[in-house]
C-alpha cells in the first residue's frame, strides 16, 4: 500500500494503482494552480467514515509507492476522477469504473504527462 503524504505530516494510505491516478488528476489540477476538495471513504481500520482535504499548489505533497513498477492508468476512471474534480465539491475518489485492459495505458503515457 503506497501513501499520500499531505503537508509532510499527514500520511494517507492508498494501493498504488489508486494513487497512481490520484497523482494524475491532482497533477493537473496543481499545475494550473487550482486549489479544491480531495475527499475518501476511510477504511474501517480508521472509523469507516469520510475525509476530506484541501488541495493547494503551496502544501507539499508525496506520492509514496509500495511497489516497484507503475500501475497501468484506466483512462475511464481517470476521466471519470477528473470530472470530479472540475466539480463544486472537489474530487471525490470512487471506486474504479471502466473496463479493465482494454482501456489501460502505462502511465508514463497517460494524460497530462
Known amino acids: 500500500m ?3 503524504i499531505y503537508a509532510g505530516t499527514t500520511e ?4 498504488d494503482r489508486v ?14 494552480k487550482e486549489g479544491f476538495f480531495f ?7 480508521v472509523g469507516d467514515g469520510r475525509s476530506a482535504i ?5 502544501i ?7 511497489g516497484g513498477r507503475p500501475p497501468k492508468i484506466n483512462k475511464t476512471w481517470l476521466e471519470a476522477l477528473t470530472l470530479s474534480s472540475n ?7 470512487t471506486e474504479e ?6 482501456d489501460e495505458v502505462n502511465a508514463d503515457s497517460a494524460p497530462g504527462r
Open 19 to 32: 494513487l497512481a491516478h490520484l497523482q494524475i488528476v491532482v497533477g493537473l489540477k496543481l499545475r494550473r
Open 39 to 45: 475527499s475518501w471513504r476511510d477504511e474501517q481500520s
Open 2 to 4: 503506497g501513501k499520500l
Open 54 to 58: 484541501w488541495i493547494d499548489p503551496a
Open 12 to 15: 494517507i494510505g492508498f494501493e
Open 87 to 93: 466539480s463544486a465539491q472537489g474530487l471525490q475518489l
Open 60 to 66: 507539499p505533497l508525496l506520492f509514496r509507492y509500495s
Open 97 to 102: 469504473i471502466g473496463a479493465l485492459g482494454a
